[in-house]
């Protein structure tokens, strides 16, 4: 099983959709969760950070998190074709390597016209 | 966000010889940095971690004396690809976090060895 989860895609979604990403992660000891965004070509750009249970909104991003579930997710709310990206799920604990980022592979979205 | 950039933005190199990629946090002191190679359409390669004044972890399958890492400062780490070959063409990304909390990624280092 992968550390950290995540269906590869493309999500392909309309124009002024809602676009959800979901992570599963495996670590129950972890305590920081990341999303970036990597644009083809570019380097990931962190777009939400979560610490704890529930709900953190960041203007048209929220980001989800619950620990029972080892579940975290990414709503992109009004989606808008420069949100076209990969999307990376970011799991940080305390076992073996806890000072460092375990990523996810990615999800592909596509916000079409 | 903070910001954390890396010099240069591509290089080009000859096969035998040696590359240093710098990565700098702009506006906040990084206590810990990091540095990931990417190759296309693949994920992001943990390399090393560093912490300031300390050597170096490299990770597994990581050769430490081909990539030599240096953190001298609270925003200054190295990269310095040895005997570069051609299969080093890469993306190399540097990232660097200050505290226990968010982790910045610089812009990346496009490497071509020829």
């Known amino acids: 099983q992968k550390e950290v989860e995540q269906n590869s895609g493309p999500l392909s979604v309309p124009e002024g959709a809602i676009a959800s990403l979901n992570c599963t992660y495996s670590d129950r000891v972890s305590q920081s969760f990341f999303w970036y965004r990597q644009y083809s070509g570019k380097s990931p750009e962190l777009i939400m950070s979560i610490y704890s249970n529930g709900d953190k909104e960041d203007g048209r991003f929220t980001a989800q998190l619950n620990k029972a579930s080892q579940y975290v997710s990414l709503l992109i709310r009004d989606s808008q074709p420069s949100d076209s990206a990969t999307y990376l799920c970011?799991?940080?604990?305390?076992?073996?390597?806890?000072?460092?980022?375990?990523f996810g592979t990615g999800t592909q979205l596509k916000v079409e016209l | 966000g903070a910001v954390v950039s890396q010099h240069p933005s591509w290089v080009i190199c000859k096969s035998g010889t040696s590359v240093k990629i710098e990565c700098r946090s702009l506006?906040?002191?990084?206590?810990?940095m990091f540095w990931y190679r990417q190759f296309p359409k693949q994920s992001l390669m943990l390399m090393a971690t560093s912490n300031e004044g300390s050597k170096a972890t490299y990770e597994q399958g990581v050769e430490k004396d081909k990539f030599l890492i240096n953190h001298a400062s609270l925003t200054l780490s190295t990269l310095t690809v040895t005997s570069a070959h051609p299969e080093d063409s890469s993306f190399y990304i540097c990232?660097?976090?200050?505290?226990?909390?968010?982790?910045?990624f610089g812009p990346g280092t496009r490497l071509t060895v020829t």
């Open positions: 506006d906040f002191q990084a206590t810990t």
């Open positions: 990232s660097a976090r200050a505290g226990a909390y968010e982790q910045y």
């Open positions: 970011a799991v940080r604990g305390f076992t073996g390597g806890g000072n460092k980022l375990t």
